[in-house]
């Protein structure tokens, strides 16, 4: 079955410093999406990436979050500056196109020191 | 705002029993419902998904019900072995750019032997 790579698996960064987190989602989708999930809570919803631009970003990706598709396989997250805070689970994620099943990655764990 | 609450938010049950988990959302406007099944430290994997006009959908020994009018879900699993153990997660998606999901806190099952 087709899936969503992504690494590193986990990373280990010290604050203040960049970190990108790289994704290969499923090579017919069409839709993209980067979550995060901080350990004992839930998923949450970072940004949603169609048609190689954001079509939907939440209040957690300020301005040192950035995406990029940069050749056409690859997805990436990049973090410029890592706060404590951004500690956490990195989800990929892919789907087709509109109402189909969305698959995730198995994650990145950050954890910033 | 979008929000999906599960209960409970854990349970324990013994090899061989069903069990019945429960999701209420506030999504608006309702595109679909999926349940989730999340491993420790793994990326969430899709068991089902189900739209405004489907009551019921089954996966094996895990069935999905929806109430579009009550705007509450059910996941019923049958017969639970070790494996069943783990976190489920429903998550929702609104009609809007890039069928943003709204996911609930999860309930974690642990099944006994």
């Known amino acids: 079955e087709p899936e969503v790579t992504q690494t590193p698996s986990h990373q280990v960064t010290q604050m203040g410093q960049e970190v990108i987190l790289r994704c290969v989602p499923i090579?017919?989708?069409?839709?993209f999406y980067w979550y995060r999930q901080i350990l004992g809570q839930k998923v949450e919803f970072l940004v949603s990436f169609y048609n190689n631009e954001i079509s939907e970003k939440s209040e957690i990706f300020d301005d040192q979050f950035s995406v990029e598709r940069p050749d056409g396989s690859n997805f990436t997250l990049k973090i410029r500056s890592t706060k404590l805070e951004d500690s956490a689970m990195y989800f990929c994620a892919s789907r087709r196109d509109s109402g189909n099943t969305i698959y995730f990655g198995e994650g990145s764990w950050l954890t910033v020191v | 705002k979008n929000q999906v609450e599960q209960s409970p938010q854990s349970l324990i049950i013994l090899e061989g029993k069903n069990c019945t988990l429960q999701c209420n959302y506030t999504v608006s406007p309702f595109s679909n419902l999926r349940w989730y099944k999340q491993d420790t430290g793994r990326g969430p994997v899709s068991l089902t998904i189900m739209t405004f006009s489907e009551n019921t959908k089954s996966n094996g020994r895990y069935t999905a019900t929806l109430d579009a009018d009550t705007k509450q879900s059910s996941l019923h699993i049958t017969a639970s072995q070790l494996s069943d153990s783990a976190s489920y997660i429903c998550?929702?998606?609104?009609?809007?750019?890039?069928?943003?999901?709204?996911f609930g806190g999860g309930t974690r099952v642990l099944v006994k032997p």
């Open positions: 998550v929702v998606s609104a009609f809007a750019a890039g069928n943003k999901l709204t």
């Open positions: 090579s017919n989708h069409l839709y």
